[in-house]
C-alpha cells in the first residue's frame, strides 16, 4: 500500500449505530487531517493531529471522536448521527503542519445517515 | 488570516481548448500556494505547488499555474483540455506553521466533447 488509504470507502448507517472509520498512511509523515466535505460546501476542518496530539478541533459534534494510536493511524469514531452527517469524510496527511508542507489526501469515505 | 477565492463555480470548455481557472488569494507574506484536483467521489490530487522562484510553475497533467503577487492570483491554465480533465480543482494557501491549510470552495470544470 502507498499514500493514504481509507476504509471503507462507504458506510451506510443508522442514527443509532456506532461505526469507525478508518486512515492509514505510509509516507512517514507526523500530521494528519480529517476534513467533511458536504455537497455544495467547502472542504471543513475537522480535526488535527501532530505527532499523534489533537492540536485543533474546529468546533466539532461531540458526536464525532477521533483517535490517533500512532503517528501512521487516524480513526474518527462515529455515534448517534444526524442526517447532516453525511457527507464524504477525507483523511490527509503531511510531513509537518509547516506550510510549506503540501497534504496528501486518501480516496475518503462516503458517509450516508438514515 | 488567510483566504482564497476562486471566483467561477462552474466553468465548461470543448476538448481541446485551453483552459484558465482563477485564484485569488489574502496573505500578508508571500503565500505558499496549491492547486488540487479532485475526481467525483476521490480524494484530492496535489497538481503544483508555489514556493519561491520562478513564477511559473509546472504541474502534473500538463497543468501550470503562474503566480502573480500584484494581483495576489495564483491562476492554473492547461493548454488544451482533455475529457478527463472533467473534476473540481481547488486552490489552497499554505499557513503560518500552527494554522492550517485555507481551501478555496472550488470550481467545477466540465468538459464538452
Known amino acids: 500500500e502507498t ?7 462507504h458506510l451506510v448507517m443508522g442514527m443509532t449505530n456506532k461505526k469507525s472509520l478508518k486512515c492509514e498512511q505510509h509516507l512517514g509523515h507526523n500530521a494528519m487531517y480529517w476534513y467533511k466535505q458536504s455537497a455544495k460546501k467547502p472542504l471543513e476542518l475537522m480535526f488535527v ?3 499523534e496530539e489533537r492540536v485543533e478541533n474546529n468546533s466539532v459534534p461531540s458526536r464525532f471522536s477521533p483517535e490517533c494510536p500512532n503517528s501512521s493511524h487516524l480513526f474518527l469514531h462515529l ?7 453525511s457527507a464524504l469524510y477525507l483523511c490527509a496527511s503531511s510531513q509537518s503542519r ?5 497534504q496528501y489526501f486518501g480516496p475518503g469515505t462516503r458517509l450516508t445517515v438514515t | 488570516a488567510q483566504s482564497v477565492t476562486q471566483p467561477d463555480i462552474h466553468i465548461t470548455v470543448s476538448e481541446g481548448a485551453s483552459l484558465e481557472l482563477r485564484c485569488n488569494y489574502s496573505y500578508g507574506a508571500t503565500p505558499y500556494l496549491f492547486w488540487y484536483v479532485q475526481s467525483p467521489g476521490q480524494g484530492l490530487q496535489l497538481l503544483l505547488k508555489y514556493f519561491s522562484g520562478d513564477t511559473l510553475v509546472q504541474g502534473i497533467k500538463g497543468f501550470e499555474a503562474e503566480f502573480k503577487r500584484s494581483q ?5 491554465r492547461k493548454p488544451s483540455v482533455h475529457w478527463s480533465d472533467a473534476a473540481e480543482y481547488f486552490c489552497a494557501v499554505g499557513a503560518d506553521y500552527g494554522q492550517n491549510f485555507v481551501f478555496g470552495p472550488g470550481t467545477r470544470l466540465s468538459v464538452l466533447p
Open chain 1, 3 to 9: 499514500g493514504v488509504t481509507q476504509t471503507p470507502r
Open chain 2, 72 to 76: 495576489s492570483s495564483f491562476n492554473l
Open chain 1, 79 to 85: 455515534h448517534t448521527l444526524q442526517p447532516e452527517d
Open chain 1, 49 to 51: 493531529y501532530s505527532l
Open chain 1, 98 to 102: 509547516d506550510r510549506s508542507y503540501e
